[in-house]
Protein backbone atom coordinates (compact mmCIF):
# COMPACT_ATOMS: atom_id res chain seq x y z
CA UNK A 1 0.00 0.00 0.00
CA UNK A 2 0.80 3.64 -0.58
CA UNK A 3 1.47 6.62 2.20
CA UNK A 4 2.82 9.49 2.30
CA UNK A 5 5.05 11.32 4.79
CA UNK A 6 4.96 14.89 5.03
CA UNK A 7 7.83 16.77 6.23
CA UNK A 8 8.32 19.50 8.11
CA UNK A 9 10.15 22.93 6.85
CA UNK A 10 13.54 21.83 9.19
CA UNK A 11 13.79 18.50 7.73
CA UNK A 12 12.96 19.07 4.34
CA UNK A 13 16.20 19.66 1.81
CA UNK A 14 18.45 17.53 4.67
CA UNK A 15 20.09 15.08 2.04
CA UNK A 16 17.52 15.96 -0.44
CA UNK A 17 14.33 15.68 1.15
CA UNK A 18 11.28 16.60 -0.60
CA UNK A 19 8.25 17.95 1.66
CA UNK A 20 6.41 14.47 0.89
CA UNK A 21 8.10 11.31 0.59
CA UNK A 22 6.06 8.50 -0.75
CA UNK A 23 6.36 5.27 0.59
CA UNK A 24 5.14 1.75 -0.48
CA UNK A 25 4.70 -0.94 2.55
CA UNK A 26 3.21 -4.06 2.94
CA UNK A 27 -0.58 -4.67 4.19
CA UNK A 28 -0.41 -3.61 7.51
CA UNK A 29 1.94 -1.82 7.76
CA UNK A 30 2.09 0.31 11.68
CA UNK A 31 3.03 4.34 11.71
CA UNK A 32 6.84 2.35 13.26
CA UNK A 33 6.93 1.00 10.01
CA UNK A 34 6.64 3.92 7.95
CA UNK A 35 8.87 5.49 10.30
CA UNK A 36 12.01 2.61 9.70
CA UNK A 37 10.87 2.73 5.80
CA UNK A 38 11.58 6.61 6.04
CA UNK A 39 14.55 6.62 8.00
CA UNK A 40 15.41 3.96 5.22
CA UNK A 41 15.16 6.50 2.52
CA UNK A 42 16.43 8.85 4.31
CA UNK A 43 18.83 8.17 6.51
CA UNK A 44 19.44 12.03 7.67
CA UNK A 45 15.56 12.55 8.41
CA UNK A 46 14.86 9.68 9.81
CA UNK A 47 17.97 10.28 12.58
CA UNK A 48 16.43 13.12 13.53
CA UNK A 49 12.55 11.40 13.77
CA UNK A 50 13.95 8.71 15.83
CA UNK A 51 16.61 8.02 17.74
CA UNK A 52 19.00 5.29 17.74
CA UNK A 53 17.02 3.11 19.49
CA UNK A 54 14.11 3.46 16.85
CA UNK A 55 11.89 5.42 19.56
CA UNK A 56 10.44 8.75 18.55
CA UNK A 57 12.06 11.67 20.10
CA UNK A 58 10.05 12.67 22.82
CA UNK A 59 9.54 16.39 21.40
CA UNK A 60 8.64 14.96 17.98
CA UNK A 61 4.93 14.40 16.86
CA UNK A 62 3.35 12.03 14.37
CA UNK A 63 0.30 12.71 13.29
CA UNK A 64 -1.88 10.33 10.99
CA UNK A 65 -4.30 12.18 9.08
CA UNK A 66 -5.53 15.12 11.71
CA UNK A 67 -4.88 12.43 15.00
CA UNK A 68 -1.41 12.36 16.75
CA UNK A 69 -0.57 9.04 17.38
CA UNK A 70 0.08 9.39 20.62
CA UNK A 71 -3.48 9.63 21.04
CA UNK A 72 -3.63 6.56 19.35
CA UNK A 73 -1.67 3.04 19.33
CA UNK A 74 1.64 5.28 18.84
CA UNK A 75 3.80 3.60 16.67
CA UNK A 76 1.99 0.58 16.53
CA UNK A 77 -0.80 2.76 14.66
CA UNK A 78 -1.99 0.85 11.73
CA UNK A 79 -2.40 2.63 8.66
CA UNK A 80 -4.49 2.11 5.93
CA UNK A 81 -3.66 2.19 1.98
CA UNK A 82 -3.42 6.24 0.96
CA UNK A 83 -2.83 7.77 4.63
CA UNK A 84 -0.83 11.06 5.07
CA UNK A 85 1.51 11.31 7.85
CA UNK A 86 2.61 14.34 8.98
CA UNK A 87 5.81 14.70 11.40
CA UNK A 88 5.80 17.80 13.53
CA UNK A 89 8.02 19.72 16.23
CA UNK A 90 6.16 20.05 19.10
CA UNK A 91 5.33 22.83 21.27
CA UNK A 92 7.17 21.19 24.07
CA UNK A 93 10.43 21.59 22.44
CA UNK A 94 12.94 24.83 23.07
CA UNK B 1 48.11 39.96 20.94
CA UNK B 2 46.44 37.04 19.87
CA UNK B 3 43.08 36.86 18.61
CA UNK B 4 41.14 35.51 21.31
CA UNK B 5 37.37 34.83 21.92
CA UNK B 6 34.79 33.66 24.76
CA UNK B 7 32.87 30.98 23.60
CA UNK B 8 30.05 30.63 26.03
CA UNK B 9 27.28 27.42 26.04
CA UNK B 10 24.31 28.61 27.24
CA UNK B 11 20.76 26.10 27.78
CA UNK B 12 19.22 28.04 24.63
CA UNK B 13 22.16 28.76 22.02
CA UNK B 14 25.73 29.93 22.04
CA UNK B 15 27.24 33.55 22.16
CA UNK B 16 30.94 34.26 21.46
CA UNK B 17 32.84 37.50 23.43
CA UNK B 18 35.40 39.59 22.06
CA UNK B 19 37.76 41.17 24.07
CA UNK B 20 37.86 45.27 22.91
CA UNK B 21 41.10 47.39 23.17
CA UNK B 22 39.95 49.34 26.06
CA UNK B 23 39.33 46.13 28.05
CA UNK B 24 35.50 45.73 27.83
CA UNK B 25 33.99 42.77 25.75
CA UNK B 26 31.64 42.81 22.55
CA UNK B 27 29.44 40.03 22.27
CA UNK B 28 28.30 38.70 18.83
CA UNK B 29 24.07 37.73 18.58
CA UNK B 30 23.13 34.81 20.11
CA UNK B 31 23.61 31.90 18.11
CA UNK B 32 21.67 28.52 17.66
CA UNK B 33 18.64 29.72 19.58
CA UNK B 34 16.45 27.24 21.81
CA UNK B 35 19.34 24.71 21.50
CA UNK B 36 21.24 23.79 24.26
CA UNK B 37 25.08 24.35 23.32
CA UNK B 38 26.60 21.76 25.94
CA UNK B 39 30.18 21.66 25.38
CA UNK B 40 33.15 23.22 23.21
CA UNK B 41 36.82 22.53 22.15
CA UNK B 42 39.25 24.24 20.16
CA UNK B 43 42.03 22.24 18.15
CA UNK B 44 45.13 23.13 19.05
CA UNK B 45 46.80 22.37 15.93
CA UNK B 46 44.12 24.22 13.96
CA UNK B 47 42.36 26.16 16.04
CA UNK B 48 39.37 24.75 14.78
CA UNK B 49 36.51 24.97 17.26
CA UNK B 50 33.79 21.96 17.71
CA UNK B 51 30.59 22.75 19.57
CA UNK B 52 27.57 20.09 20.45
CA UNK B 53 24.83 21.51 19.96
CA UNK B 54 21.39 19.63 20.95
CA UNK B 55 18.35 20.35 19.03
CA UNK B 56 14.80 20.28 21.19
CA UNK B 57 13.28 18.77 18.62
CA UNK B 58 16.33 16.82 16.25
CA UNK B 59 18.59 15.53 18.77
CA UNK B 60 22.48 16.43 19.60
CA UNK B 61 25.05 17.49 16.66
CA UNK B 62 28.34 19.20 16.37
CA UNK B 63 29.33 22.44 14.76
CA UNK B 64 32.19 23.56 13.71
CA UNK B 65 33.64 26.59 13.14
CA UNK B 66 37.32 27.71 11.65
CA UNK B 67 37.36 31.61 12.17
CA UNK B 68 36.84 31.67 15.81
CA UNK B 69 33.68 31.03 16.12
CA UNK B 70 32.15 33.73 14.09
CA UNK B 71 30.37 31.48 11.59
CA UNK B 72 29.62 27.63 12.40
CA UNK B 73 28.63 24.77 10.09
CA UNK B 74 27.11 21.28 10.84
CA UNK B 75 29.47 18.98 9.07
CA UNK B 76 26.99 15.73 9.67
CA UNK B 77 23.97 17.92 8.56
CA UNK B 78 23.35 15.34 5.39
CA UNK B 79 24.51 12.08 6.99
CA UNK B 80 23.16 9.27 7.81
CA UNK B 81 24.34 8.69 11.01
CA UNK B 82 24.93 11.54 13.84
CA UNK B 83 28.54 12.40 14.46
CA UNK B 84 27.97 10.82 18.58
CA UNK B 85 25.23 7.76 17.87
CA UNK B 86 25.56 4.73 20.60
CA UNK B 87 25.74 1.36 18.58
CA UNK B 88 22.40 -0.52 18.37
CA UNK B 89 23.45 -3.58 19.86
CA UNK B 90 23.70 -1.00 23.41
CA UNK B 91 20.13 -0.40 23.60
CA UNK B 92 21.00 3.33 24.38
CA UNK B 93 20.50 6.76 22.70
CA UNK B 94 22.52 9.69 23.64
CA UNK B 95 20.89 12.32 25.62
CA UNK B 96 23.73 15.13 25.71
CA UNK B 97 27.48 15.42 24.84
CA UNK B 98 28.92 17.38 28.09
CA UNK B 99 33.05 17.02 27.21
CA UNK B 100 34.96 17.32 24.36
CA UNK B 101 37.91 17.27 24.58
CA UNK B 102 41.18 16.82 21.26
CA UNK B 103 43.87 14.38 22.34
CA UNK B 104 47.38 16.91 22.93
CA UNK B 105 49.57 13.52 21.57
CA UNK B 106 47.58 12.64 18.31
CA UNK B 107 46.45 14.46 15.77
CA UNK B 108 42.50 14.63 14.48
CA UNK B 109 41.40 12.40 17.87
CA UNK B 110 39.08 13.76 19.78
CA UNK B 111 37.05 12.47 22.98
CA UNK B 112 33.44 12.86 23.41
CA UNK B 113 32.05 12.40 27.30
CA UNK B 114 28.45 11.58 26.89
CA UNK B 115 25.03 11.31 29.08
CA UNK B 116 24.30 8.16 29.73
CA UNK B 117 27.56 8.23 30.69
CA UNK B 118 30.27 7.29 27.89
CA UNK B 119 32.94 7.70 26.48
CA UNK B 120 33.74 8.24 22.78
CA UNK B 121 36.32 8.47 20.44
CA UNK B 122 37.32 10.62 17.16
CA UNK B 123 39.69 9.81 14.62
CA UNK B 124 38.74 12.41 12.30
CA UNK B 125 39.04 15.40 14.19
CA UNK B 126 35.81 15.45 15.26
CA UNK B 127 33.49 14.21 12.21
CA UNK B 128 32.45 10.57 13.60
CA UNK B 129 33.01 9.10 16.63
CA UNK B 130 33.28 5.29 18.12
CA UNK B 131 31.93 4.25 21.63
CA UNK B 132 34.78 3.57 23.80
CA UNK B 133 33.76 0.24 24.68
CA UNK B 134 35.88 -0.66 27.18
CA UNK B 135 34.46 1.36 29.47
CA UNK B 136 30.92 0.74 28.14
CA UNK B 137 31.53 -2.68 29.33
CA UNK B 138 33.14 -2.31 32.80
CA UNK B 139 31.43 -4.42 35.30
CA UNK B 140 31.04 -1.56 37.29
CA UNK B 141 29.27 0.50 35.12
CA UNK B 142 24.99 -1.02 36.18
CA UNK B 143 26.05 0.21 39.58
CA UNK B 144 26.89 4.17 38.47
CA UNK B 145 24.03 6.66 39.77
CA UNK B 146 22.67 9.67 38.30
CA UNK B 147 23.90 13.22 40.06
CA UNK B 148 21.42 15.48 39.56
CA UNK B 149 23.14 16.79 36.28
CA UNK B 150 21.82 13.49 35.00
CA UNK B 151 24.15 9.96 34.57
CA UNK B 152 27.42 11.52 32.71
CA UNK B 153 30.86 11.59 31.57
CA UNK B 154 31.72 14.57 32.05
CA UNK B 155 35.59 15.07 32.12
CA UNK B 156 38.29 13.78 29.68
CA UNK B 157 41.70 14.05 30.64
CA UNK B 158 44.29 12.38 27.62
CA UNK B 159 47.65 12.25 29.44
CA UNK B 160 49.62 15.09 27.85
CA UNK B 161 52.47 12.14 26.83
CA UNK B 162 50.85 8.78 26.64
CA UNK B 163 47.99 8.64 24.39
CA UNK B 164 47.42 5.15 25.52
CA UNK B 165 46.55 6.97 29.15
CA UNK B 166 43.25 8.34 29.83
CA UNK B 167 41.66 9.36 32.80
CA UNK B 168 37.65 10.37 32.77
CA UNK B 169 35.23 11.08 35.88
CA UNK B 170 31.26 10.11 35.69
CA UNK B 171 28.85 11.15 38.16
CA UNK B 172 28.14 9.37 40.07
CA UNK B 173 30.89 6.89 39.21
CA UNK B 174 33.84 8.40 40.14
CA UNK B 175 36.88 8.73 38.53
CA UNK B 176 38.22 5.97 36.00
CA UNK B 177 41.76 5.38 34.28
CA UNK B 178 42.91 3.66 31.36
CA UNK B 179 46.61 3.07 30.59
CA UNK B 180 45.88 0.70 27.20
CA UNK B 181 43.94 3.06 25.15
CA UNK B 182 40.78 2.09 26.70
CA UNK B 183 40.66 -1.39 26.74
CA UNK B 184 40.80 -1.69 30.27
CA UNK B 185 39.97 0.56 33.07
CA UNK B 186 40.21 0.98 36.69
CA UNK B 187 38.34 3.09 39.29
CA UNK B 188 40.63 5.64 41.34
CA UNK B 189 38.68 6.68 44.13
CA UNK B 190 40.73 5.90 46.82
CA UNK B 191 40.41 8.18 49.84
CA UNK B 192 37.33 10.31 48.05
CA UNK B 193 34.69 10.38 51.05
CA UNK B 194 31.10 11.68 51.44
CA UNK B 195 28.37 11.83 53.49
CA UNK B 196 25.73 9.64 50.96
CA UNK B 197 28.91 6.96 50.44
CA UNK B 198 29.25 4.16 53.23
CA UNK B 199 32.27 4.29 55.66
CA UNK B 200 34.74 3.19 54.66
CA UNK B 201 33.91 4.32 51.21
CA UNK B 202 33.48 1.94 48.37
CA UNK B 203 35.76 1.29 45.01
CA UNK B 204 33.83 3.81 42.70
CA UNK B 205 30.13 5.63 43.65
CA UNK B 206 31.81 8.80 44.28
CA UNK B 207 30.31 11.82 42.97
CA UNK B 208 33.04 13.72 41.26
CA UNK B 209 31.99 16.72 39.99
CA UNK B 210 35.28 18.06 37.84
CA UNK B 211 39.23 17.18 37.96
CA UNK B 212 41.82 18.99 35.80
CA UNK B 213 45.83 18.88 35.85
CA UNK B 214 48.16 20.59 34.37
CA UNK B 215 50.41 18.97 31.68
CA UNK B 216 54.43 19.70 32.77
CA UNK B 217 52.70 17.93 35.60
CA UNK B 218 50.18 15.35 34.75
CA UNK B 219 50.47 12.83 37.64
CA UNK B 220 49.33 15.87 40.17
CA UNK B 221 45.64 16.01 39.84
CA UNK B 222 42.90 18.17 41.58
CA UNK B 223 39.63 17.30 42.32
CA UNK B 224 36.29 18.76 43.08
CA UNK B 225 33.97 16.14 44.70
CA UNK B 226 30.18 16.45 45.58
CA UNK B 227 31.54 17.56 48.94
CA UNK B 228 35.75 18.00 49.25
CA UNK B 229 38.29 19.32 46.86
CA UNK B 230 40.82 16.95 46.91
CA UNK B 231 44.60 16.42 45.36
CA UNK B 232 46.65 13.35 44.68
CA UNK B 233 50.27 13.14 43.48
CA UNK B 234 50.08 9.68 41.62
CA UNK B 235 47.67 9.96 38.76
CA UNK B 236 44.52 9.53 41.10
CA UNK B 237 45.76 6.29 43.20
CA UNK B 238 45.04 8.24 46.20
CA UNK B 239 43.27 11.27 46.92
CA UNK B 240 43.93 14.20 50.03
CA UNK B 241 41.58 16.73 50.96
CA UNK B 242 42.79 20.13 50.35
CA UNK B 243 39.68 22.04 51.14
CA UNK B 244 41.02 23.46 54.55
CA UNK B 245 40.29 27.37 54.61
CA UNK B 246 37.47 26.95 51.63
CA UNK B 247 34.16 28.48 52.90
CA UNK B 248 32.44 25.08 51.65
CA UNK B 249 33.82 21.81 50.54
CA UNK B 250 31.06 21.95 47.65
CA UNK B 251 31.05 23.10 44.16
CA UNK B 252 31.94 22.56 40.45
CA UNK B 253 34.30 23.99 38.26
CA UNK B 254 37.83 23.07 38.94
CA UNK B 255 40.43 25.12 36.99
CA UNK B 256 44.00 24.49 37.06
CA UNK B 257 46.31 27.23 35.93
CA UNK B 258 47.67 27.19 32.55
CA UNK B 259 51.24 28.37 33.45
CA UNK B 260 51.73 27.56 37.50
CA UNK B 261 50.99 23.85 38.04
CA UNK B 262 50.59 24.31 41.52
CA UNK B 263 47.44 26.91 41.51
CA UNK B 264 44.03 25.97 41.04
CA UNK B 265 40.91 27.96 40.82
CA UNK B 266 37.46 26.54 42.52
CA UNK B 267 33.59 28.60 43.08
CA UNK B 268 32.96 27.23 46.45
CA UNK B 269 28.59 27.09 46.72
CA UNK B 270 27.45 26.19 50.04
CA UNK B 271 26.58 22.79 49.85
CA UNK B 272 24.31 19.82 47.85
CA UNK B 273 21.25 21.14 49.54
CA UNK B 274 21.69 25.10 49.02
CA UNK B 275 23.70 25.16 45.33
CA UNK B 276 24.31 29.10 45.72
CA UNK B 277 27.86 30.72 45.74
CA UNK B 278 29.33 30.26 49.43
CA UNK B 279 28.04 33.26 51.52
CA UNK B 280 25.90 34.53 49.01
CA UNK B 281 28.92 35.99 46.63
CA UNK B 282 30.72 34.99 44.00
CA UNK B 283 34.39 34.54 45.64
CA UNK B 284 37.02 33.01 43.71
CA UNK B 285 39.21 30.87 45.49
CA UNK B 286 42.86 30.53 44.20
CA UNK B 287 45.28 28.28 45.50
CA UNK B 288 49.00 29.06 44.80
CA UNK B 289 50.27 25.76 46.87
CA UNK B 290 48.76 23.00 45.53
CA UNK B 291 45.29 23.47 47.86
CA UNK B 292 47.47 24.01 50.82
CA UNK B 293 46.14 27.75 51.35
CA UNK B 294 43.52 29.51 49.77
CA UNK B 295 43.02 33.37 49.05
CA UNK B 296 39.35 34.76 48.31
CA UNK B 297 38.74 37.28 45.64
CA UNK B 298 35.45 39.29 44.47
CA UNK B 299 36.65 42.43 43.29
CA UNK B 300 34.79 43.47 40.37
CA UNK B 301 32.21 40.80 41.18
CA UNK B 302 28.83 41.50 42.47
CA UNK B 303 28.51 42.83 45.76
CA UNK B 304 24.26 42.31 46.13
CA UNK B 305 23.74 39.01 47.27
CA UNK B 306 24.11 36.17 44.36
CA UNK B 307 21.93 32.88 44.36
CA UNK B 308 23.09 31.17 40.66
CA UNK B 309 25.04 28.48 40.57
CA UNK B 310 27.90 28.00 38.41
CA UNK B 311 27.94 24.62 36.49
CA UNK B 312 31.27 22.11 35.71
CA UNK B 313 32.04 23.39 32.67
CA UNK B 314 31.38 27.27 33.29
CA UNK B 315 35.15 28.27 34.13
CA UNK B 316 38.17 28.24 31.98
CA UNK B 317 41.12 29.57 31.72
CA UNK B 318 43.16 31.02 28.35
CA UNK B 319 46.82 30.04 27.34
CA UNK B 320 48.02 33.65 26.86
CA UNK B 321 50.65 34.90 29.55
CA UNK B 322 49.25 36.40 31.78
CA UNK B 323 46.68 33.95 31.32
CA UNK B 324 42.72 35.15 31.73
CA UNK B 325 40.28 33.32 33.50
CA UNK B 326 36.69 33.45 33.08
CA UNK B 327 33.20 32.17 34.71
CA UNK B 328 29.36 32.25 33.86
CA UNK B 329 26.60 31.93 35.90
CA UNK B 330 23.33 30.42 35.59
CA UNK B 331 21.56 33.40 35.89
CA UNK B 332 23.70 34.16 32.73
CA UNK B 333 26.65 36.49 33.53
CA UNK B 334 29.85 35.96 32.73
CA UNK B 335 33.17 37.28 34.05
CA UNK B 336 36.82 37.46 32.90
CA UNK B 337 39.89 38.35 34.67
CA UNK B 338 43.32 39.36 33.41
CA UNK B 339 45.22 39.07 36.63
CA UNK B 340 45.11 35.63 37.48
CA UNK B 341 41.47 35.96 38.94
CA UNK B 342 42.28 38.94 41.43
CA UNK B 343 39.86 41.26 39.80
CA UNK B 344 37.33 40.70 37.68
CA UNK B 345 34.92 42.36 34.63
CA UNK B 346 31.96 41.86 33.55
CA UNK B 347 31.95 39.55 29.56
CA UNK B 348 28.30 39.41 29.21
CA UNK B 349 24.83 39.49 31.23
CA UNK B 350 21.05 38.73 31.00
CA UNK B 351 22.45 35.28 28.99
CA UNK B 352 20.68 32.18 29.38
CA UNK B 353 22.02 30.19 31.93
CA UNK B 354 25.54 29.36 31.22
CA UNK B 355 26.17 25.86 30.50
CA UNK B 356 29.74 25.97 29.38
CA UNK B 357 32.87 28.77 28.45
CA UNK B 358 35.80 28.17 26.53
CA UNK B 359 38.77 30.89 26.00
CA UNK B 360 39.76 29.99 22.37
CA UNK B 361 42.62 32.21 20.92
CA UNK B 362 44.66 32.01 17.45
Known amino acids: ?94 | MADLALVIGTRKGMVVARPRADGGWDADPLRFATMPVTAVAADPRTGRLLAAVHNPFWGVSLAVSDDLGRTWTEPARDAGTAPVAFPEDTGAALRDIWQLRYSPTEPDVVYAGVEPAALFRSEDGGLTFSLVEGLWNHPHRPSWQPGAGGMCLHTVLPDPADPATVTVAISAGGVYRTTDGGTTWTARNHGITAAFLPDPPPEFGQCVHKVDLHPSRPERMFLQHHGGVYRSDDAGAAWTRVDAGLPADFGFPLVVHPHRPDTLYVLPLNADIDRSPAGHRYLVHRSDDAGATWRAFDKGLPESPCYASVLRDAMCADTLDPAGIYFGTRDGWVYASRDDGESWTEVARHLPDVLCVRAVTR
Request: glycine share 12%; hydrophobic share 45%; aromatic share 2%.
Open chain 1, 1 to 94: MKVTVRLPGALRDIAGAPAAVPLDLPPGATVGDALAALAGALPAVGRRVRDETGALRPHVNVFVGSDNIRDLAGTATPLDDGAELHVLPAVSGG
